[in-house]
């Protein structure tokens, strides 16, 4: 049965117009197209860095990026689809991390210049579960200093401009992934909220930041440099296009983990629970 984002993709085909640009349909609809298989993961990461390329030297979302060992996974991946193989659900779907946040073999800076040097030895569960589940890393985002401030700069990396309007600021401090994700680079990023770090730069760009219950998605050691497990304060969640694809997020990254003995099992499946009507139908008389 043809979708609605299928049929639109037809149609410009047919009609040899611009076909809409990958970076702008959302995480639910370029997941279809690339399960069956109407696009490869090869041209998902392409259209990803044709995108950065074009918008992150005015914006500064972008301060690492991986684009050759990004489209590396893309081919491989594209070559299992047109194989017969079945992959998880996120394969060819490019993600940026809030660069408080450990990459295997990245650095991170915590925005600041001292730790530029800081290579990163394992991924975060959160990472972890996100690249386990078929998503390729394409970068790491910009955040102040430590993420301590409620709007997008430092000295090692500049700032991040908001999309609708680069001279003014994308909010803090996940204000780098909020800012690459408004711009259609990546359909979704990775942040991190102790005093409004997802919901404020969210809420500047028009996406959709969740910060879900504490526990929900765990963390390690490293994060908030050690202090995250003993207190209250810091919670890593989605900032996405749109409700279903922080729920789409949530279902990927959720759940226990043994390196954090504050997160809890996965309670629900968040998509279904999208669906399930929480009222009961209302009748005015």
């Not at 979708?3 to 076909?19: D, G, I, R, W």
């Not at 959302?26 to 995108?51: G, K, N, Y």
């Not at 890593?236 to 959720?254: N, Q």
Request: aromatic share 8%; proline share 7%.
């Amino acid at each position: 049965m043809e979708t609605t984002v299928s049929k639109s993709l037809k149609s410009t085909q047919h009609n040899n117009k611009k076909m809409k640009h990958l970076m702008d349909y959302s995480l639910e609809d370029l997941m279809q197209l690339i399960q069956t298989q109407q696009i490869t993961p090869t041209q998902s990461i392409d259209a990803c860095f044709e995108r950065i390329h074009l918008l992150n030297p005015t914006l500064n979302a972008f301060v690492y990026l991986v684009e050759s060992q990004a489209k590396e996974l893309a081919a491989i991946q594209t070559q299992q689809l047109q194989n017969g193989e079945s992959l998880p659900p996120l394969t060819g779907i490019p993600f940026g991390v809030k660069d408080l946040e450990d990459c295997k073999g990245l650095p991170t800076s915590y925005g600041t210049t001292v730790y530029k040097n800081n290579i990163a030895l394992t991924d975060s569960p959160q990472v972890a579960r996100l690249k386990a589940a078929g998503g390729i890393l394409v970068g790491k985002t910009n955040t102040p200093i430590f993420g301590s401030l409620m709007y997008c700069d430092n000295r090692a990396f500049g700032a991040t401009g908001n999309p609708w309007n680069p001279n003014q600021t994308s909010g803090g401090s996940s204000g780098g992934s909020a800012c690459a994700v408004a711009a259609k680079m990546v359909p979704i990023a990775t942040a991190a909220d102790g005093g409004g770090s997802i919901r404020i730069p969210a809420c500047f760009v028009g996406a959709f930041g969740l910060k879900p219950t504490f526990g929900t998605i765990p963390m390690t050691e490293g994060h908030q440099f050690g202090m995250s497990k003993f207190i209250n304060c810091v919670h890593f969640g989605p900032i996405t296009r749109s409700v279903t694809d922080a729920a789409i997020f949530m279902d990927v990254v959720s759940g226990y983990h043994p390196s954090d003995p504050l997160s809890y099992p996965k309670i629900c499946n968040y998509v279904e629970e999208l669906n399930t009507p929480i009222l009961k139908p209302l009748r005015l008389t």
